[in-house]
Every structure is written in C-alpha cells, then in structure tokens.
C-alpha cells in the first residue's frame, strides 16, 4: 500500500527576479501540482520573499508521490543561496522519520536531519 509522508520545501529569497524564476517553473507543473506552489509572501520588512512547495498528499512510490519528488527537486534547484530553504518530512507513520533540514546543499541528503 505505501505509508503517507508529507514533505515540503520553502523558499525564501530577498529579490523580485526570483519570483520571476518561480513563476516559471509553475507554468510548467501540470495543475494538480502548480495549485501546492504558494507564494510569494511578503515579509512586513526588508523585501523578503517566501515560496512553498505543499505536499501533494499521496502515498510514497505512487506516482502522484514520484511526480511530487521531481518537482520538489526542480523547485530546490532555484535555491538561490545557501541556507535560504528548507526540507520538512512528516506524517510518517514512524513519528521517528521526521526530519526538517536545509534544501540547497547538494552534498546534503534532505533525509539527514532529525527534529
């Protein structure tokens, strides 16, 4: 059957032409997946900017869970910095596979840091 694990991505960035490079990427995504992509929020000071990516709600290996980890990784690859984004995991059955790490080192496997 599959356990449910729910992961998002968040973005943050601090400059109007990465909103550009999001909006991109969402013209691409098919619909069921475009509508999980949010933002930008618009912080009260500074001009920072946050994007989201939602889980997209499926069991892990079906393939609405498959098409979500490619697009999570095609949203990570706009990280524009390091530490500007972070990976959260959740709803797993096994509470202990909770994990929330940072999504922009490519040396970094997303899975690694435990809450």
Excluded: Q
């Amino acid at each position: 059957m599959g356990v449910i694990r729910h992961e998002l991505v968040v973005l943050e960035s601090f400059g109007e032409d990465f909103e550009e490079k999001v909006n991109a990427l969402r013209a691409e995504m098919p619909p069921e997946f475009a509508r999980l992509l949010v933002g930008p929020v618009v912080g009260a000071t500074n001009g920072v900017r946050w994007f989201a990516l939602f889980p997209d709600g499926s069991k892990e290996y079906w393939c609405t869970s498959e098409g979500g980890v490619a697009w999570r990784e095609k949203f990570k690859a706009l990280c524009p910095y390091p530490n500007s984004a972070v990976h959260v995991a959740c709803g797993d059955e096994d509470p202990g596979n909770a994990v929330a790490s940072w999504a922009c080192d490519p040396d970094e496997d997303c899975r690694g840091g435990r809450v």
